[in-house]
């Protein structure tokens, strides 16, 4: 999934790649690699730019891709802030806030760090070992060396009981879910 936005000035920026390896015997994606290459991965970045600009469109998106035997395919397109936009704000992509400054009149540096690091989705993720896609010390490697996550702030202190309880239901319904 490609993730960019079109500011006011026609400007198509596409700083970051959510690379969902593939969908679990539940049907979801709970973990992916967030790259900041995108040029790597999207030989047809100035095909997707004019194809965005031709819309005429301005703001946050995605483009859900597959691909197939070397040949990418459209899923999706979002003309929307997508609900994973908050996955690279490790590299220093921060889309809703370049967006916000521009419609401002901000002119705000796309700092990129090339990087790439693992998302996890904390509540859905422990399907994978319930499913014995994973050891649970694997997983645990994983979640332990995750960079990014899908509900998890380390920052946002004061919303940690909550979000455990939210954790913990979640979890819950899942495994329950799992082993119907």
Known sequence: MFLGVVLPNGDVELPALVMKPGVSPTG????????????????????????????????P????????KGKNYFFEINLRNDGTSHYPLKAGVNIPMLYYN???????????????YEMIDETGDIRRVLNHDLSFSDWLKSFKDAQAYRFYNSKDKKLIP???????????TKIFRTLK
């Open 28 to 59: 979801e994606y709970t973990h992916a690699i967030v790259t900041t290459d995108i040029d790597k991965y999207l030989p047809e970045k100035k095909k997707v730019e004019s194809f965005i600009k031709d819309l005429g469109y301005v703001g």
């Open 61 to 68: 998106f995605s483009i859900e891709f597959g691909l197939e």
């Open 102 to 116: 521009s419609m401002h009149g901000k002119h705000t540096p796309l700092f990129v760090a090339r990087q790439d």
């Open 162 to 172: 909550y979000i455990c309880l939210m954790f913990t239901r979640r979890m819950i």
